[in-house]
């Protein structure tokens, strides 16, 4: 950007869809492109991407996964292996039929998802019982050819991780998916400072092809929910239509059961909608891109001196910390503290030549806009403890955002007030019947979240009135 | 792998074609699929591809450059910008002609390089000489649609970083090129082991669109040579097809210059061949999915604690070193010696019960076979150290081999016979003229891989015998 002025974002409270879209583009995160749905992911949020991507792997790879690499394409006839899969896919393919000057003998779908690809080679890699577990994990691209789209959350090419994986027994294979469901869920407490709610998905929710959906729901800041992450258990509907057999210890041959689950850059969208601000927006210090932007005052007489500690300081801070300086000459002080933190950076370091005097910085808090003088001999230890502190704050900020806005309903009348009026999580009975769900979609734009773990009580099914109905979460969402 | 015994590799001197198959699918680190032209990257494969990408992203970012992500899909429209481009990747390219069930209005290629979706972007994001350089990285995979290919040398999906910088001048962009090479250079010296040859392509080898072409250049076991790594000049010939224009400081609106660099999973191919030993693989220690092979001595009544020390000797280890170790029971320690040799990781480390009461381990290196006995006390300092020298032993045993296999010939007919019996790299006069490039190549199947940049003499060229023509590298490639 070379204007002088800063460009307007709307601010939240106004227009929640536009604040977004202003956020996303003016902080250079990301940007629309010439290809319909398809996104660029710039610098600045890549580099959130990268460490989203760097902690996740790590509690990906310490349960036991491996990562590997299996081909973008998918010929047509693997695709239709997995009668529901297929159906599930087969209207947001993008399909190649043509190499270089050729037409293609049979056509390849560009992977909306792996697992017809990693299951016809599982079926050869798989023959003992000693094979298994097999645990294996791909970070790649994907491609669905999606109708309405918006930047990180609905595109048609995105970046995900995808874990496939494959076991002896129904029990094991279930164990892995919850596992992988608590991975994500620590995950986006502990990294995102998200919370989340867990659960299992309704069979329209389902993915298509698996036995059981799982999923992790977070609240973004406009009351509306995000599926954030999703585990399924694929019992044997994949082992058996791609032949994945094992011989097992008692010398008889089964079909093995296998997992999948996912989380992909849609994730961002939601660090950005659970944290943003009004005007601007705000990284949890885990992922931040930069986490201390540090500014020098400059005037002409200490300039120098002032520039060369700078750099000094933050050369020794760069080993713990993610800082940058910006000590470009044509903005001014306050230009670049209002910059910074429409960026979402949620520290910032102050160092004058009064401050350089006293040999001391000034450290300011994106979230409290509390202002701290630190011995420049402290920095090395008070900045990681302030970013822990901010970091914490944010999880508890939105722990009590989530908590006010998980709502229980005594009838559909106040369901239907409460979706419209008030959004978040509505906590209320529904009977398990499809026609229910359906309903309360049509009328209200609701739909089931999950069905949570823990038991949250039971009553009459809000639509049709049968009793005994567990209570599960509604909510509007992405 | 299930099976007791030992799979057979093809000895090296024996077939060394088949030999680097048998040990990329019998070490399990790719394999083939049913997509022609299509490989799955296997765990340990993908496992050696993380550490190459840790080490060159460390080293690109060092130089200033960030990573972003663009799309997968290249309009046709935008690929054909850039005539010469497009006449040269066009025969490659897979075509996206249907989207879910509606044909496209525009079909879309897949990614064959990214310089047509970027620069479409860049010619927006360029305004001004404020913005420049721009330098910017991708790891991303791309297609291109190949008649023969080879596990990792030449796959029709591929893994690769591409590196696409905006500059202000002319020499900037030579430099920013030039500085590329060199990252690429000491890349594959310090960290794989890997001797290079750095110079110019000559106008046939040139990347379709680019000024200047300019790379590194190894030296397989065989004697063959593959380009390890390509940094271009793009001139201004992007600039001009994309309308890439800036407003210079003088208030004068100019094109920009440019250039693209890239590596790919190729370099993969590049460890296997330059250090694979006669029955195996050998990993340099700096990339090495495991530095360290802990087998254990076991006899039933020292099993258990032998075990237990192990499992601590390892979670200390960790920290310092990528350590597995190798408890399995159903394999003697001769057999898992034998398995992890061929798969070159390049120490082993023993414990018996003898060596325990001793409070030592065995370590035995891969390439001297060399055995010492270590207290356990100093593993973590001497392991490193080990690794140390191992890595260098790597380094300089392939620089001999480089030297010995690149000579110079006096003849045509010299030329023709080492080439035929000796292979290597040979040091030839070329007149620069493509019409004896292309003889060379017909006749003999050697090609011009770089005009050095340090001057390596004159003479008389090879095919015409015009004089004052300059010596470069010939060599049979990949």
């Not at 704050?393 to 955002?401: D, I, K, Y």
Request: hydrophobic fraction near 40%.
């Amino acid at each position: 950007m070379s204007e002088l002025e800063h460009e307007e974002i709307t601010p939240q409270s106004e227009d929640f869809s536009r604040w977004y879209v202003d956020v996303v583009r003016k902080s250079e995160m990301a940007d629309y492109t010439s290809i319909k749905g398809c996104m660029v992911i710039k610098p600045y949020g890549y580099a959130l991407w990268e460490n989203v991507q760097r902690l996740l792997d790590r509690r990906i790879k310490k349960t036991g996964h491996r990562n590997a690499y299996f081909p973008l394409f998918i010929p047509e006839s693997l695709l239709k292996k997995e009668a529901e899969h297929v159906e599930g896919f087969a209207p947001e393919v993008a399909w190649v039929t043509h190499g270089g000057h050729n037409e293609l003998e049979e056509r390849l779908a560009i992977r909306p998802t792996s697992e017809a690809i990693i299951c016809s080679l599982y079926s050869k890699w798989v023959k003992s019982y000693r094979d298994l577990p097999l645990l294996i994990n791909q970070w790649a691209n994907v491609v669905r050819w999606e109708k309405v789209t918006r930047l990180f959350l609905r595109t048609t090419e995105f970046l995900w991780q995808e874990g496939h994986t494959v076991h002896r027994t129904d029990v094991e294979a279930e164990e892995e998916t919850v596992k992988m469901l608590n991975v994500y869920k620590s995950f986006a407490e502990e990294d995102l400072a998200i919370p989340v709610i867990a659960g299992e998905k309704t069979a329209r929710e389902r993915f298509a092809g698996a036995l059981r959906t799982y999923a992790v729901e977070a609240l973004m800041a406009d009351g509306k929910a995000l599926q954030a992450g999703t585990s399924h258990n694929l019992g044997q509907h994949f082992a058996k239509g791609f032949n994945i057999k094992f011989l097992d210890e008692d010398q008889v041959e089964k079909f093995a059961w296998q997992t999948s689950w996912g989380v992909s850059t849609r994730l961002i969208g939601a660090i950005i909608m659970v944290h943003g601000r009004e005007t601007g927006l705000f990284f949890p210090p885990r992922v931040a891109p930069v986490q201390v932007i540090a500014v020098p005052i400059l005037f002409d007489k200490t300039r120098d001196v002032v520039l060369e500690q700078l750099d000094k300081i933050v050369a020794d801070l760069e080993e713990t910390v993610r800082i940058e300086s910006d000590a470009r000459d044509s903005y001014t002080p306050g230009w670049k503290f209002n910059e910074w933190e429409m960026k979402g950076v949620p520290l910032r370091l102050e160092l004058g030549p009064r401050d350089l005097k006293a040999e001391q910085a000034v450290l300011v808090r994106l979230d409290t806009r509390e202002k701290v003088t630190v011995p420049l001999d402290r920095l090395k230890t008070e900045i990681p403890r302030i970013l822990t502190e901010i970091q914490q704050a944010m999880l508890e900020r939105a722990r009590q955002n989530l908590q006010q806005n998980t709502r229980t309903v005594g009838s559909y009348a106040e369901f239907q007030e409460t979706i419209e009026q008030q959004r978040g999580f509505v906590l209320a009975p529904w009977c398990g019947n499809p026609a229910c769900e359906e309903k309360v979609k049509e009328e209200t734009r609701a739909t089931i979240r999950v069905i949570p773990f823990e038991h949250k009580g039971q009553g009459n099914c809000l639509v049709c009135g049968q009793s005994n109905a567990s209570v599960v979460y509604f909510a509007r969402a992405y």
